[in-house]
């Protein structure tokens, strides 16, 4: 980063960061380039016409007039009154931050996995008890599914803990400066690569998933409790491939939120319906209870994991149809 831009980052830091600013700081920007350059062809030194221009252009409320940003700044005619400006995050803050989510990336690659599998125990075991599988298999493998899913949520607990340190960042509610952006972005680029190449291996996971428990149910015997295998092999497929997933996704999360960006699989957030906004709000919990309030009160372990598939294609429904409405109005500056 070159003298010019840590000035104007500087210059433009108390304001928020608005389309029209921006536009003002690139044209602001080159002007003062070009008058560096023509001060170095006089014959001064870099560093002597870096501070000789520094030195005309004073403050931004000198040259609002100029570049037409009065009103942003809140002094011009008609200019309404101006809006507090959020903390400006620095890039050491925005380092820090991508590197306690790259940390913590393996949280969610294991928690989630382990809610799918954690009726994987249960199930082996009714399928080696045989059609009346004892007490102690039972209990057993209805502890390690509650184990599993503790577990899980603990993990989930804990990394939310440790990511309120950033709560400015994971909010929105700061000012991002040119340099923040400049690694939010090279961040993506730099690991676009890995995470496409992992979406499209957990994809493919999930679409095969369904071949196990096809196969084991057309194979096996009338009565027989073989399926049962065919369906932990899904299970372990559809686990691999959100672990493949989640750990590849931290370096879009941490660029999202360092950009400002609007989720768009957040439909709580974007959706422009307020009736979806409220769906998608307890879509997943009452899921969540569905499954398990099925699973403990009929046993039927070897059915209840079409919950999954099932809400995840009328959760796909749900999105379009919000795209379809539109993104919400009302979402805040910069995390469109």
């Known amino acids: 980063m070159t003298v010019i831009d840590s000035y104007l980052d500087t210059l ?30 006089a014959g001064r030194s870099e560093s002597q016409a870096v501070g000789a221009v520094i030195a005309e252009f004073g403050s931004l409320e000198e040259v609002a007039a100029e570049l037409g940003i009065s009103a942003e700044l809140g002094g011009g005619p008609g200019a309404s009154a101006a809006v507090p400006a959020l903390p400006v995050l620095t890039a050491e803050r925005a380092r820090e931050y991508i590197e ?8 969610p690659a294991v928690a989630i996995p382990l809610f799918v599998l954690s009726p994987l125990p249960l199930l082996v075991l009714i399928a080696i008890g045989g059609e009346e599988p004892g007490p102690w298999a039972l209990g057993i493998g209805l502890t390690t599914v509650l184990v599993l899913v503790g577990l899980g949520v603990l993990l989930l607990v804990m990394q939310g803990s440790r990511m309120e340190e950033y709560e400015e960042i994971t909010k929105g509610r700061f000012t991002p400066t040119s340099a923040v952006r ?39 015997e009338a009565g027989s409790l073989s399926p049962l295998y065919g369906v932990c092999l899904t299970l372990a497929m559809v686990a691999l491939g959100l672990w493949l997933v989640l750990r590849a996704g931290w370096s879009e999360t941490a660029a999202v939120a360092l950009l400002q960006e609007a989720d768009e699989d957040d439909l709580a957030a974007t959706s422009a319906s307020p009736a979806i906004r409220a769906i998608a709000a307890v879509y997943w919990p009452i899921a969540a209870a569905i499954y398990l309030a099925w699973s403990f009160l009929s046993g039927d372990w070897h059915l209840t994991w079409l919950v999954w598939p099932i809400a995840g294609v009328l959760y796909a429904g749900l999105w379009s149809l919000s795209g379809a409405l539109g993104t919400r109005e009302d979402a805040p500056v910069g995390r469109r």
């Open 12 to 41: 433009f830091a108390p304001y928020p960061d608005t389309p029209r600013l921006r536009e003002a700081r690139n044209e602001l920007r080159a002007l003062m380039e070009d008058q560096q350059q023509a001060l170095m062809d």
């Open 182 to 220: 400049e690694l939010a972005t090279t961040l993506r680029r730099e690991h676009r690569r890995e995470r496409g190449l992992s979406i499209g291996v957990g994809i493919m996971l999930w679409i095969l998933a369904a071949v196990p428990t096809t196969l084991a149910g057309v194979l096996a």
């Open 100 to 107: 306690a989510i790259r940390r913590g990336r393996w949280v």
